[in-house]
């Protein structure tokens, strides 16, 4: 690896799963110092002996990330191991699939709790500190979703729009305070997550297949290739790229 995040103080939201536990791995290898935020029943603490067995530097902080004081202490923990917080995956993230007039009212709010709320007590967590450090950059999960329909995903869909603007919003107001803000938007991805997406989605009807994913985008994406992305708008070479939507989704929302 080179180096492309040395001397940076990483916080992975979701890190220990999916697209998050390979930006964990991929962070670390590229030298920042990575706090590991997921929750208590997840392989955080695992994935943090790995990156440590490797060589690597880095902490788990147990948290549910719609907890406005579990989400303060999480970021206190990180801060306290390696400083202020220079680059901010907020990657965390749950999907709903299923008919819009079957939908709950606690599904609705569950979604926008830690798709949304999520983005935003970690954001202003965070910021003090980075603003304080001098700068740094923040990466917010959305997702094709965000600007691609898809039947039977209006709640998930809707926290991707959300998702998307808040990236661009907290970039626009931050930008002369030394922080870039930039969304990731995944296609489909070959993680469980992505797995269980596909078999809502079949099981209601929607042509998920293999052969309508090819036709679509190829093929399914790996986790590493979000994490890469992300790792571009997290490093210094993505330093004049502010407040834009990064897919990685193989052309499927560009035709």
Same mark, same amino acid.
């Given at each position: ?21 390979? !930006?964990? @791995? ?9 706090? $590991?935020?997921?929750?208590?029943? &997840? ?10 067995? /490797? ?10 990330? &719609? ?11 990180? /801060? %306290? ?5 220079? *680059?901010?995956?907020? +990657?965390?993230?749950?999907?709903? *699939?299923?008919?819009?007039? /079957? ?27 980075? $603003? ?9 999960? &959305? ?45 489909? $991805?070959?993680?469980? +997550?992505?797995?269980? /997406? ?7 009807? *929607? ?7 090819? !036709? @679509? @985008? ?17 490093? %210094?070479?993505? &330093?004049?790229?502010?407040?834009? +939507? ?8 560009? *035709?």
């Amino acid at each position: 690896m080179t180096g492309r995040l040395a001397g940076k103080v990483a916080l992975i939201s979701g890190g220990a799963g999916g697209c998050g536990l390979a !930006a964990s @791995q991929l962070f670390a290898r590229e030298g920042a110092k990575v706090g $590991i935020v997921d929750l208590p029943k &997840s392989k955080g603490e695992e994935v943090a002996e790995a990156i440590r067995a /490797e060589g690597g530097q880095a902490v788990f902080a147990a948290a549910d990330v &719609s907890v406005s004081a579990e989400v303060s202490a999480a970021v206190r923990t990180v /801060e %306290d191991a390696f400083g202020p917080i220079t *680059v901010l995956f907020n +990657h965390a993230g749950i999907l709903a *699939v299923g008919p819009f007039l /079957e939908t709950e009212e606690e599904e609705w709010d569950r979604l926008m709790a830690v798709n949304v709320r999520s983005m935003f007590l970690m954001t202003k967590a965070v910021l003090p500190g980075m $603003i304080g450090a001098g700068g740094g950059s923040i990466v917010c999960t &959305s997702s094709i979703s965000a600007v691609a329909a898809t039947p039977m995903e209006v709640l998930y869909d809707t926290t991707k729009g959300a998702c998307h603007m808040f990236a661009r919003a907290i970039a626009v107001e931050f930008r002369d305070r030394g922080i870039r803000c930039n969304a990731v938007c995944p296609g489909f $991805i070959a993680t469980d +997550h992505g797995k269980r /997406e596909v078999a809502g989605l079949s099981k209601y009807g *929607v042509d998920v297949s293999e052969a309508a994913i090819a !036709a @679509q @985008q190829g093929r399914m994406c790996d986790p590493m290739e979000v994490a890469n992305a992300a790792l571009f708008l997290a490093c %210094d070479e993505s &330093s004049f790229v502010n407040g834009t +939507h990064l897919f990685v989704d193989n052309c499927f929302t560009a *035709v």
